[in-house]
DNA sequence: GGGGTTCTGGACCGCTCCGTCCATGATGGG
DNA sequence: CCCATCATGGACGGAGCGGTCCAGAACCCC
């Protein structure tokens, strides 16, 4: 009934995410993000509202793709400490790329949270969620006798959450990738592991025994 | 022979830091930094050059200051383990004040890094700086016999430059003051404290123990 | 294949941006 | 006491901003 659209709403979204990341919101002007989209200018009012409109559909896609990747490390096969490990290196892989554009997320939430109520409140609820995330995975850590039961989830998960905002900060700034690395691993000490999780860690990163 | 200016540079330079760290860069207009810091539109071309050689002037000087924060825990009168305990205090209560405007360095580090070639490598050797400073902090511990000789000073280095990075942007996007101190004390629990490191430390935060 | 509906893209609008110009004001040495 | 010198601030200008309008094109259902 209708002439279709010709483009993909959530590849725009990714587009326009993209562009975020890279020069903010204040310092992406709505030219670029047509070019960077490649839709037009009244097609982008149609679709999304404005540009604001647009960066808050692209900032919520990136806090809540960072918050799942936080997620992931409450399931799947590995112990919970192996995989705190691995989210540790994931992340450390992720923003330290070189070129790559730092996180969207973070981004958005040193340049607005003090400006912005939805950007502030949905950082803190993502920060939250975050910190909930890594205190249960370390509470099943300790569950299954890796982690001393006396340690406090809570203020681990908040450190972690702390942990991975600086990693991404110092990505973007075009730390080494072999630097974050050396950091998620260091940090790992933060964490009292028993003797049982130090053999679930095995052997092949003995910094931190 | 001359009208002399109304203003003090300093001043200017420390209230246009203010605004900048609010709003970014981007973010700024020249007339809100005119009400910032008072002066005409012509007196801040004449004093500085324009926007951009004002920004610089704002970020160079609050970089410098992050860095000799933490270049200041290398002397003191506590022992090394001590002073890096206090510095990550400090660190909590600077950024954690609610309404506190965040560090303009980590705003400017974001927003400009991927962007700004000088920007860029202001940050990467303001964190240098900084690892270097833990590092030989961390050194002098070791020395003192705080903390354990086979520990890698370098990489704890690192690991606090990102911890207060990531503490900066929490703060920053309203995380409480008490939440950033229990982030901060923490992180001491990476360091492979001894015997005699957990004395000096002394018993009244008794988590980390 | 005609008609109604939606998408498209260039022209256009008012606003704000940063930077500049210039007339005026204030100063202190000669 | 007057003039050279610099600071001041209102006015101005070109450029870019985000947002809107409208004529034409593309489409699907009937």
New interface residues.
Partial sequence: MARPRTFDEADVIARARKAFA??????TSLDTLLEATGLARQSLYNAFGGKKELFMRAFLSDAAEAVDAVESIRHGADSPLVRIRSQLVKVAVEHGGGQA??SLF??A???L???DDQV?ST??AA?ESMQTHYGACIADAQAAGEIDAAA?AG??G??F???????S??G????PRA??L??G???M????ITELGREHLGTDDG?WT
């Fill in positions: 890279e020069t903010g919101f204040a310092g554009a730092p973070t981004k939430a040193v340049e949270s003090a400006q502030a950082v803190a920060f406090d203020s681990l908040a450190f959450v702390a942990l991975i905002e600086g990693m900060t110092l973007g700034s075009g730390v630097t974050l050396d950091i691993l260091t940090s000490a933060a964490i009292p910094d």
